[in-house]
């Protein structure tokens, strides 16, 4: 994964958060329709476009927490496919599949949030 892949997902989250967290006031305020409430992310710009409603809060991060970041994702996803290679080679298959992934994923998440 590239730093450049790494700063698009972050941009994503932050932008799906940031709707999120002006459709839960909006609720709190009374001022979303009912049919509007369902959860989906998907009309969130076209919404905020339609009300004027640009928010000017931007995701800011700098180079050295990018790359930093980037470092651990990549140590992230290295350990996952190490482990779920490990787990298919116990079981005697030749391909990685879900149930290997299914497998490590709960060892794997607990390891690293320590």
Do not use: C, Y
């Not at 967290?21 to 476009?49: F, T």
Request: proline share 3%.
């Amino acid at each position: 994964m590239t730093p450049e892949v790494l700063l698009e997902v972050f941009r994503i989250s932050w932008a799906k958060e940031t709707a999120k967290k002006k459709r839960e006031k909006r609720l709190l305020e009374g001022g979303i329709p009912a049919e509007k409430i369902r959860g989906d992310d998907d009309d969130d710009e076209e919404e905020e476009e339609e009300n004027g409603d640009s928010d000017s809060e931007e995701m800011n991060i700098t180079d050295e927490a990018l790359i930093a970041s980037n470092a651990v994702m990549n140590s992230f996803l290295r350990e996952v496919v190490h482990r779920a290679a490990a787990a298919a080679e116990e079981d005697g298959d030749s391909s990685v599949t879900g149930v290997h992934l299914e497998r490590i994923l709960p060892q794997l998440l607990l390891d690293f949030t320590s």
